[in-house]
């Protein structure tokens, strides 16, 4: 694979010879199975000003290319760095028109693919591989103990809270859904009377709407997915790496018509103060908690903030039970407080931010996760 883009005007090509394998396993109770895996999952290169670029690898490894041609214009998951060699925070461009930004620092040109030889792949882990930004443990580290940087599972050292199960590092965005006219009667009832830009509804209350409007929600997965396959509140499919959903309708290589292909849809990045590196030990004792949405300088056009979400770590009450300590979570657009929910429980965002009464700003069922079962780092 061979990704070509701009970064600070400068012409950046990132090189990736995609290995395939298949592991063979024996679930108790069923047959032996086998299944294809892939690596690098995510490959990463220094690029200008110490930032770095990484690109997420396809699951190209169960295609046979001179049958199933990789789309002309597919697009995959692209990450740029601030920090290439602190990869704790990222930004995930998650559709096509997040390259066409003023807050953009990329340009997306094109990605080729050719068949590669094993000799290829020795060559380049040899040559190229070493350019590699990500973290990396041992091959045998990784395979055994499933280690990598962005789970964090046996990856940190002993004590680090970030080497805790489920510290992984996921992309954090909400989508901008348009209000469908069955929905519209029952969310103005709620506008308070101020008329405010941005204000809130409770989870509890999005889902009884849910329940109530299961199709204009957009939450009924069996359904035909909506805005050309995206489904607002479900899991995207970022995490399968099968490419992002283009204008043209491809761009990427999901084969059943009838399945998610995400990348539509204009996504709004958000942080958590909870989230590393911005967390810290203040956060045990503080009752407020902020959540911080960007939209200026075109932010809210299909990106999303990558970070791992500590809230575990410091909100967490003792006790056999796991809960949520209450605290005021304050919800903030391009650094302008909006709206707070009091004495929140849930994890953050505990609330959806309304747009006057034209959109719901729905987050994704689960953040886009950088880490894939199937698909290591090596």
């Not at 601030?82 to 998650?94: I, K, R, S, T």
């Not at 290829?120 to 930004?133: L, V």
């Not at 941005?198 to 709407?209: K, Q, R």
């Not at 539509?264 to 909870?274: A, F, H, K, W």
Request: proline fraction near 8%; charged fraction near 20%; include cysteine.
């Amino acid at each position: 694979m061979v990704v070509e883009l701009s970064h600070a005007g400068q012409p950046l090509t990132i090189d990736v010879v995609i290995g395939c394998g298949s592991e063979v396993r024996q679930i108790i109770g069923e047959a032996r199975s086998a299944r294809s895996i892939w690596a690098p999952y995510i490959f990463g290169i220094r690029a200008g000003n110490g930032e770095g670029v990484l690109v997420q690898s396809p699951n190209i490894c169960d295609r046979k290319l001179d049958q199933q041609p990789m789309p002309a214009d597919f697009l995959p998951v692209v990450f740029w760095a601030p920090d290439a060699g602190n990869l704790e925070f990222m930004v995930a461009y998650l559709n096509e028109q997040a390259y066409l930004q003023p807050i953009s620092k990329l340009t997306f040109q094109k990605a080729t693919f050719t068949e590669a030889s094993k000799s290829d792949y020795e060559a380049w882990r040899q040559s190229g591989w070493k350019d590699n930004i990500v973290p990396l443990k041992s091959r045998e580290n990784e395979y055994d103990g499933k280690s990598n940087f962005f789970h964090g599972e046996g990856f940190f050292p002993k004590g680090d809270p970030r080497t805790e199960l489920m510290r992984e590092i996921s992309c954090h965005a909400v989508l901008r859904v348009p209000l469908p006219a069955g929905v519209l009667t029952a969310i103005r009832e709620r506008w308070p009377a101020e008329r405010p830009r941005y204000w809130l509804l409770d989870w509890p209350t999005v889902n009884a709407l849910r329940e109530q409007y299961p199709e204009e929600m957009g939450t009924r997965v069996q359904n035909n997915p909506q805005w050309d396959r995206e489904i607002p509140g479900v899991q995207p499919n970022f995490s399968k790496a099968l490419g992002i959903n283009r204008a043209s309708g491809v761009g990427h290589i999901v084969d059943l018509p009838s399945d998610i292909a995400s990348g539509r849809g204009l996504r709004i990045p958000y942080r958590v103060e909870t989230g590393y590196p911005w967390a810290s030990d203040r956060l045990r004792a503080q009752q407020t908690l902020d959540i911080n949405f960007d939209v200026a300088n075109g932010a809210d056009h299909g990106f999303a903030y990558c970070f791992r979400d500590m809230w575990s770590y410091y909100l967490k009450s003792p006790g056999p039970v796991s809960t949520v300590r209450p605290v005021d979570q304050r919800f903030f657009i391009d650094g302008q407080l909006v709206a707070t929910l009091p004495a929140a429980i849930w994890t953050a965002p505990a609330a959806v931010i309304v747009e006057r009464d034209e959109y719901l700003w729905l987050p994704d069922f689960l953040p886009f996760p950088l880490t894939h079962e199937l698909a290591r780092m090596q």
